[in-house]
């Protein structure tokens, strides 16, 4: 065994130098004395040459950049202070190897391109538009114009967002303040409108049920008017049918609504009231 010991040493030295493998997180491209010969991005178990051929490894995955703040100048010259952050991929390891060699140079190379889309961009834009309104409108083009750039070191450019879009600090509170009160005078306006749509909406209702009303009492007006007149033309009806016995009646009605057990009457002897009730007596 122990004359099988060097070989075995050796045989583990040289294995590496001419066998390789590659994970499904990896791709890479042998060169030969600085010559690229071939793109592995197979995964599995390779050989190359020994000693001749070199292997160079990059990532398959996405990858991302976050960039340091930025101070950038806006439309309505506002100052605002940006960063991002780029997702990528290396899709063509050759370029990526001969433009940026590595991950260091890439990031630097991102972050310089995707600064001066975004500065170009901004400066087309409001204060507002960035903050709030056409933020996704405003990366889309960065991404655009910055994916465009970036191809040409074999970097494909997957997606660039604002992490965060604030103001210098020593304006921060000066620009707040007038938000503040711009946002005070827009309320202030709508409970103004506010109040006038319901002052229009309170004199038009008082306007209709003051109608309402004159109508309704209009009608039962109307209504009693044709009551009295038919209960007038009932009466004289029967009255026309049976004098005596409707003045009776009338008479009767009389006694019911003046007299009861503690009611004190004097009438004159010549009263029509008094000769009934000396009658009924």
Known sequence: MKKFLPILILLALLIPSFVYTIDEKEQAIITEFGEFKRSVVKPGIHFKKPFIEKISRFEKRMLSTDAPPGEYLTLDKKRLVVDFLARWRITDP?????????????????EDIVYSELREELATHNINDVIAENRELIMDK???GSSEKLTEY??????VRIKRADLPSEVQQSVFDRMVAE????????????????????????????????????????????????ATEIYSSSYSKDPDFY??????????QIIDEKTIIFLPM????????????
């Open 142 to 144: 960065v991404k655009a």
């Open 154 to 159: 074999g970097i494909t450019l997957v997606d």
């Open 247 to 256: 003045e009776f009646m009338k008479t009767l009605e009389t006694y019911e």
């Open 183 to 230: 946002r005070k005078r827009i309320s202030k306006r709508y409970r103004s409108e506010g109040e006038e749509e319901s002052a229009k909406i309170r004199a038009e209702t008082i306007k209709n049920r003051d109608i309402i009303i004159a109508k309704a009492y209009a009608k039962s007006e109307q209504v009693k008017g044709e009551g009295d007149k038919k």
């Open 94 to 110: 050759l370029v990526f190897f001969k433009s940026v060699r590595n991950l260091f140079s890439a990031n630097t190379r991102i």
């Open 270 to 281: 010549n009263s029509s009231l008094l000769d009934l009730l000396q009658k009924r007596n």
